[in-house]
């Protein structure tokens, strides 16, 4: 039986976090951090089956580089406490087998979130659960800013599930 969890959150700079640290997290990779001048390296972590950026049409291909990506939205917030992504994770029913489960993750994402002008940076991961059977879900981190031919631009009036709503800076 399908167990369902959806959360979203807001990685923040008064958090203590990094996008590109949440990034590299997330895909399990290593990925140089230019603002705090390291490499965050998570690529020993397991479980992580499949990772892609989803881009808005008329977003730059650059930020099909999850590096590039994460240190530009780094580097278009100055404040200490800066808002810098947001990230939903939820299930993917256990029924259904990683490609199933890869194209439903993708489906959603495209439909909730690039098509309305985000970048997304969708990883899904296939660990097991307590119980043994395995505990499928995806994480996204989305830009907070909007996108468009040369690059982030303003926070601004956003929609997210038929809501608008405005980022805060």
Not at 90 to 104: A, D, K, V, Y
């Amino acid at each position: 039986m399908a167990i369902y969890h959806f959360s979203a959150k807001v990685i923040s700079r008064a958090n203590g976090s990094s996008a590109v640290a949440s990034a590299a997290y997330r895909a399990a990779e290593r990925l140089h951090d230019d603002r705090l001048g390291r490499d965050h390296d998570f690529s020993n972590k397991a479980g992580v089956i499949h990772s892609e950026i989803m881009l808005p049409e008329g977003a730059p291909e650059r930020l099909n580089d999850r590096t590039i990506l994460w240190n530009e939205v780094e580097v278009g917030e100055k404040r200490k406490d800066a808002q810098l992504a947001r990230e939903v994770e939820f299930s993917i029913p256990r029924e259904m087998n990683q490609r199933q489960g890869i194209q439903l993750a993708r489906d959603f994402v495209e439909r909730q979130f690039v098509k309305r002008g985000m970048i997304a940076d969708m990883n899904v991961h296939w660990d097991m659960g307590k119980d043994g059977g395995p505990k499928p879900h995806a994480h996204v981190m989305l830009s907070m800013r909007e996108v468009g031919p040369e690059g982030f631009g303003q926070k601004g009036l956003c929609t997210l599930f038929g809501h608008r709503f405005t980022v805060a800076a």
